[in-house]
């Protein structure tokens, strides 16, 4: 194949200075970025084995466990965003004999199931409408006919605003003795994570969403049963970049040198889980509630509904119907131009249908919360 070089007009003379606009990020994320953290990553780098980012690299996976709530050894952030979180954790997990069940309930599982495909698995989906939650019956009946010996789930399913019961799916998983990948992107930081009680082998987030920090790193947590899996494989690990064992003589003990870990982006990580750990886990999936229930009460008002059921309904991703008579992308460009403010569009079959309001990290505070309604009814009026 081959691609046209497109040297469009402008002129690199022209380019000047970047004046980055301000935003107040309400959207899927990335989310509002806390000044100290931001001031933590505008430092001058350190080296990647200075004795120094040696021992930050420590404090992380100390602080990341405790966010885990899981005592996995091997637990540390992946250089990349979720995506890449997602790929280490099915790459080194994942062989061609495996039969592996895809919960799917929006885009982020199909992402799942489509890369078990490509690394040549046995993919089953168990698949609901987009805007419903994966209940315990269901997957319970797909256990049962599929026996998978891997099951991947979403928690916070950032493209429709549901939040999947893990309360009662995890036992169930549990019980069939299959390996569990959780995704917890969106709900880490936000909502209840409990990585270890509820037997999750792997999981990767990422920390652009809830944990409040730019895009860049994906927080992973292997279980021992998972490094097991991986010890036990037939086939080699069909990548060099996550190879969970080149990658922990990194992060592990050894400190043999793999890549060159983004050193900023680990700062702000750093910082990030540093002000989680302040506020307390308890406390900030409160603030998370709190601010859904201030947005929830201020729609209504409005005469705003939601997409998604009240029993399965993200505090911290609100996907809202857009009034039928409304631009959907008009009105929420508006918001940008004349406010300031990020919301999202609808993916994939809600696209002009919803709006995804996210409230994370700092978006999930009162004054953040108050400023969005103010303008979105302004907006609305117009
Ligand atoms: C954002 C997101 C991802 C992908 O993360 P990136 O950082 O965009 O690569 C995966 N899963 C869920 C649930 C997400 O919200």
């Not at 495909?117 to 997957?139: F, N």
């Not at 891997?150 to 390996?179: D, Q, R």
């Not at 086939?235 to 969970?244: A, G, V």
Request: proline share 5%; net charge neutral; hydrophobic share 40%.
């Amino acid at each position: 194949m081959v691609f046209a070089y497109n040297f469009n007009d402008m002129s690199s003379s022209k380019i000047s200075s970047l004046q980055i606009p301000k935003r107040l990020l309400m959207g899927p994320g990335p989310s509002i970025v806390a000044d100290s953290i931001l001031e933590k990553m505008s430092k001058a780098p350190v080296g990647h084995l200075d004795p120094y980012f040696l021992s930050l690299m420590d404090e992380i996976k100390v602080m990341l466990r405790e966010v885990f709530q899981t005592t996995n050894e091997f637990t540390f952030p992946i250089s990349g965003t979720g995506s890449a979180g997602m790929e280490f954790c099915l790459v080194n997990l994942v062989e061609p004999q495996d039969t592996i069940l895809v919960g799917i309930n929006g885009l982020f599982g199909r992402r799942i199931a489509d890369l078990a495909l490509k690394l040549g698995a046995h993919v089953h989906t168990l698949e609901v409408g987009w805007g419903e939650a994966i209940e315990a019956e269901q997957l319970e009946q797909a256990l049962k006919k599929v026996k998978p010996n891997l099951v991947a789930l979403v928690h916070a399913e950032t493209s429709t605003g549901i939040c999947n019961p893990l309360e009662e799916l995890a036992p169930i998983i549990s019980k069939s003795g299959a390996l569990f990948i959780l995704d917890t992107v969106t709900s880490l930081g936000g909502c209840p994570v409990f990585i270890d009680r509820w037997s999750v082998d792997a999981t990767f987030s990422a920390t652009q969403k809830c944990i409040g920090a730019p895009p860049g790193l994906s927080p992973v947590s292997f279980s021992p049963k998972a490094m097991e899996k991986v010890a036990q494989r037939k086939t080699k690990i069909p990548s060099w970049y996550f190879d969970c064992s080149l990658l922990y003589g990194y992060w592990g003990s050894e400190r043999s040198y793999h890549h060159t870990a983004p050193i900023n982006n680990n700062y702000g990580l750093h910082e990030a889980l540093r002000l989680i750990l302040e506020e307390g886990l308890q406390k900030r999936w409160e603030r998370h509630k709190n601010a859904h229930l201030q947005l929830k009460k201020a729609l209504s008002e409005l005469g705003l509904e939601f997409f998604t059921p009240e029993n399965r309904r993200l505090w911290q991703l609100n996907a809202v119907r857009v009034p039928q008579d409304k631009d959907e992308a008009f009105l929420r460009k508006k918001l940008l131009d004349q406010y300031g403010i990020e919301i999202g569009p609808g993916l994939g079959p809600l696209k002009g249908k919803i709006w995804r309001i996210g409230l994370m990290a700092e978006g999930a505070n009162q004054e953040n919360v108050a400023k969005l309604l103010e303008s979105l009814k302004q907006v609305l009026k117009s």
